[in-house]
């Protein structure tokens, strides 16, 4: 049997059925005090059995579906302001449901993000504030990490609760057996398990395979198979169409067990590749600037993948009785096409725009419909929310981040009144630092100095409030360094380069990085480790991917040939064999020796 919410109104007939009387029992002709105690206790036992009977049809456990975005920024859906990027299906959830404002994650980009959200711990924690580095480097020591087994994931939480549990589409958290998702927690995956994948199959499976003739033991994750329960399987569809479908699935057949479902749809949309149907580029014809475009064109793609999924839950009479819960895994990126207004600076940043995200709940009869709820929570709250409205277990000894934040959302009060929020980037020689605590919020940027805003009224992050207030700015500093100081070294870096970084600036740069009167390091000093770009200048023969566009562009031009940059991208990320942005002369060179083998 489902095993049912603790109803209020449950708990309320005990406390009447307790007041009878005026709460005063006493003994009748021939009864002792002891007596007289024991009759009311056990009409209060039969009502607890009475109720638990009639509200266990009434009130079962929810269904749990959280739908995560990949870099889309804060104004990129309808219900939060986008006027250019059409979501009428999740603006249509979000009317419905109760739209956090100030909601955050536990990192400003990828890995790190949805390994807090897993955990229920800042991933600093164990060691994991970095991306685990694209499988195709081949650095064995990182492709064998991922969230320590140590740590309990909310798959395995809600599982051992007795939930039916399946994660699709990007998972970024472990290649490797022990890490797998199949073992954290969920019955159920289908998806890639690295940090990004390209979109079409009949442009990734061939260039998959041209690796594999090629006798490539370290293959970009970008074109690997898709999986399903640890099997390749040779998909057709559009990536992001591809894991609408198998969320469909996903419902229809846990929607047919005697059990609970627990749900993590995680989209790789709108992340780069910027790739799109051509059917949903044309929707976006007004748009200019091509990377806006075809970005909208993947978000709208989520948007029409959202529309299908509930009415699927519908069709199979789940929509009621489930929790849906979108968000993005951290702020976009503003050089691939999103908007982060009106917060300032985008993913990888400890500004808002890095870690401020776009997130809804909703859920028929239980979640306040048409609302706006401006109080700050963390996507960290979600494990220990989910395991109270789910009945679960915490595991003991399971250190947690995040908090039940129901009962006060609820209520429409601050779940975490005068308690800090937290967001750390490591650079190089010192790190970007965000610290949010009701209003108010310091911040160090990058290669600047720390900044006080009063986050409510000031959104943009724009008006430095640290001469009026130097002591709060030094109060909130201090409670960021002594969380700081909790963390582990990193397990993994994402590129071998960041680990020498590390190293040489003697990072984690504590007193660098939390000193109140100067900056560690001028720009010109040590530029700090891109997540996506060489830190250092090209070498002759290396070439950046739009270089190498325009300059296939141009050579397409001369010849004559059809232009086609779908496959071009995907030729520049099969030579790309490390994934930094960069193809190296040695990089092109192993390319085409082994393309001329064949």
Known sequence: MVRPLLSSY????????????????????????????????????????????????????????????????????????????????????AKDGTVFTSAYVAHPFCGPSRMGLMSGRYP???????????????????????????????????????????????????????????????????????????????????????????????????????????????????MTDAFTREACRFVKVASAKEKPFFLYLSYNAPHTPLEALEDDLVLYEDIEDPKRRTYAAMVHAVDRGVGQLVETLKSTEQFDNTLIVFLSDNGGKTAAGANNYPLRNGKGSAYEGGYRVPMFFHWPQQVPAGQKFDFPVSALDFYPTFAGLCGAAIPDGKILNGKDIWAA???????????????????????????????????????????????????????????????????????????????????????ERAREIWDETRMPATAATFGMDSIAF????????????????????????????????????????????????????????NQDGIASGREKKIYWANYKAQ
């Open 10 to 93: 449950r708990v309320q007939m005990v406390v009447d059925a307790m007041q009878v009387g005026g709460g005063a029992y006493l003994p009748e002709d021939g009864e002792t005090m002891i007596e007289a105690t024991i009759k009311p206790m056990s009409a209060i036992c039969a009502l607890c059995a009475l109720a638990t009977t009639v509200f266990s049809a009434e009130a079962p456990r929810p269904n749990i579906l959280v739908v995560m975005c990949d870099d889309l920024g804060y104004a990129d859906v309808g219900f939060n302001g986008s006027t250019d990027i059409r979501t009428p299906r999740m603006d249509m959830l």
């Open 124 to 238: 600093h924690a164990f060691g994991g504030a970095y991306n685990l580095p694209n499988h195709g480097q081949g650095i064995e020591e990182y492709n064998n990490e991922g969230v320590p087994v140590a740590e309990t994931l909310i798959g395995t939480v809600l599982q051992n609760a007795g939930y039916y549990t399946g994660a699709i589409g990007k998972w970024h958290m472990g290649f490797t057996q022990p890490y797998h998702p199949n073992n954290r927690g969920f019955e159920e995956f289908f998806g890639f398990l690295g940090g990004g994948h390209n979109y079409f199959p009949d442009q990734y499976q061939p260039a998959y395979e041209r690796q594999v003739q090629f006798g490539n033991k370290h293959i970009n994750e970008y074109i690997l198979p898709l999986e399903y329960n640890g099997k390749n399987v040779n998909e057709t569809e559009y």
């Open 409 to 495: 959302f609820k209520d429409g009060q601050n779940p975490r009144q005068g308690e800090m929020v937290f967001a750390l980037r490591y650079r190089g020689g010192y790190s970007e630092v965000g610290a949010r605590r009701d209003d108010w919020k310091a911040t160090r940027g990058e290669a600047s100095t720390w900044q006080l805003f009063n986050i409510k009224d000031d959104a943009g992050e724009a008006h430095d409030l640290s001469a009026q207030y130097p002591e709060r700015l030094e109060e909130m500093v201090a409670a960021a360094k002594k969380w700081s100081l909790t963390h582990a070294e990193p397990r993994w870096f994402h590129e």
């Open 522 to 577: 001028k720009p010109a000093d040590i530029k700090p480790v891109a997540l996506e770009q060489k830190t250092t200048p090209l070498s002759n023969g290396d070439i950046t991917k739009a270089q190498f566009l325009e300059n296939e562009k141009r050579r397409c031009e001369v010849k004559g040939w059809k232009w086609n940059s779908g496959k071009v991208e995907t030729m520049f990320n099969e030579i790309d064999a």
